[in-house]
């Protein structure tokens, strides 16, 4: 029985420690890296709208055609892949 008392209370201290040496969860937030991303995104979109401003009325009909169907939960970016919009 005392041993098992010793093994018990051995086992939780080990637990506690664990529990309270474990990193927080939280994210670090970094303003310089989210305005970063936030740029990145914009000029990403930006891309992809001259991309598609800049194809021919075929291939702006075959974007459209795609954003319809099946294929209406695709990026832009694949639907102008998939028409051969020049990148």
């Known amino acids: 029985m005392g041993k098992f008392v010793k093994w018990l209370f051995l086992i939780s201290i080990i637990l ?3 529990i309270l040496v474990m990193p927080d969860d939280e994210p ?3 303003k310089d890296l989210d305005l970063y991303l ?3 995104k914009k000029d990403t979109k930006r891309k992809i709208e001259q991309r598609y401003n800049g194809s021919t009325q075929d291939q ?3 974007v ?3 954003g319809q169907g ?3 939960d ?3 970016s694949w639907k102008l892949d998939n028409c051969n919009v020049p990148k």
């Open 16 to 18: 506690l420690t664990i």
């Open 38 to 40: 936030k740029n990145l």
């Open 28 to 30: 670090v937030k970094n």
């Open 74 to 76: 695709k990026s832009l």
């Open 60 to 62: 702006k009909n075959c």
């Open 70 to 72: 099946v294929y209406k």
């Open 64 to 66: 459209n055609t795609l």
